[in-house]
């Protein structure tokens, strides 16, 4: 099959990234068009570039629209698959959903404008929000709406010897978003040795690691780390979270986790992973698991077997193409 991807493929530790490798693995021709050209790393960029950048991505919209079009009419392909796709114009949809199917993937939570748009625009639909599904089926009146979420790749998320220089209590990987700050601020406050990876808008005055950790550097992190601490950016949204979920277990890290509602559908706690549901409790666990590493070595362990069953990107990536073809099936 001929696969058509639109989304941010070129960066190395996106889900984009990641879909394009497994469907290549499955036996898939895969045709990128990066949504997002002339950019391969933001995240370190001086605010004047990037709002250069987003200046000029503004300016060529017109472009991406044509570009994306005439190499659908070129390459012809089985399955167009748009992933999140804010540059895209609704119109631009109709359009190619007229020539060939037209699958939408959006890998957040939040429902916004242009996810409805897109969503009616398509064929069918996959959300990692599982809430998403009624609300979009709601307000589209798109019936093929599914949710799938993300994976992780074994040959990358996998376990890894420590660093000297990574190993602490406590590691958190991600945007300082203010109820992770908050979490953070009272880690140091407690006196737990704490080390912070992630975008550059942590505060000063916490033990902020001045990098992400990507891929091989995020599985050095887990391996270094007694408990990977986590929160979501989203604590309510149901059965919703982020893939540094899947991502930590992955690399056999011991994941300490704010509860999400609906978490239990998917995990069970104090065997794959354990999670909490406020500061108090999150530093119950803490003071307990650091001073038992066989329970945590244990949880660890089964937390990658779980995901490496049932949460690889090959495993996600042949699901989604399952129900592909029975929505196709159903419209022919």
């Not at 989304?7 to 984009?16: C, D, F, L, R």
């Not at 609704?90 to 429902?111: H, M, N, Q, S, W």
């Not at 737990?192 to 990876?197: A, E, F, H, R, S």
């Not at 038992?292 to 049932?310: D, F, L, S, T, W």
Request: charged share 25%.
């Amino acid at each position: 099959m001929k696969i058509l991807l639109a989304g941010n493929v070129n960066a190395p530790w996106s889900t984009n990234f990641f879909m394009k490798k497994s469907l290549e693995q499955l036996g898939h021709k895969v045709i990128p068009f990066n949504l997002r050209p002339g950019l391969k790393n933001n995240l370190y960029l001086p605010l004047t570039q990037k709002v250069w950048y987003r200046f000029r991505q503004e300016m060529e919209k017109g472009k991406i629209q044509r570009r994306l079009i005439g190499l659908v009419e070129k390459e012809k392909p089985d399955i167009f698959l748009l992933c999140k796709g804010k540059e895209i114009f609704p119109e631009t949809l109709r359009e190619i959903a007229k020539r060939i199917f037209t699958v939408y993937r959006y890998i957040d939570g939040p429902v916004l404008d242009y996810v409805i748009n897109h969503t009616k625009e398509s064929h069918c639909a996959f959300v990692t929000a599982g809430y998403l599904v009624p609300l979009l089926k709601e307000k589209t009146g798109q019936k093929y709406i599914y949710h799938l979420f993300e994976g992780c790749d074994p040959e990358i998320h996998r376990a890894v010897q420590p660093l000297s220089e990574m190993v602490c209590d406590l590691a958190i990987v991600g945007t300082g978003y203010k109820y992770r700050q908050d979490l953070a601020f009272e880690c140091v406050k407690r006196g737990y040795n704490l080390k912070i990876w992630g975008y550059p808008n942590w505060s000063k005055r916490l033990p902020y690691q001045h990098r992400f950790a990507f891929n091989e550097d995020f599985a050095k992190v887990c391996a270094s780390a007694k408990i990977m601490l986590g929160t979501n950016s989203h604590n309510n949204l149901p059965d919703y979270f982020s893939d540094r979920v899947f991502l930590t277990l992955a690399c056999k890290g011991f994941f300490l986790v704010k509860y999400t509602p609906g978490l239990e559908h998917w995990f069970t706690n104090k065997e794959h992973l354990v999670w909490f549901h406020n500061f108090e409790e999150a530093f119950k666990l803490i003071d307990y698991y650091l001073t038992h590493p066989e329970q945590r070595e244990e949880i660890a362990c089964q937390g990658q077997k779980y995901v490496y069953k049932n949460f690889t990107w090959n495993r996600v990536m042949e699901q989604m193409l399952h129900i592909i073809s029975s929505v196709q099936l159903k419209m022919s």
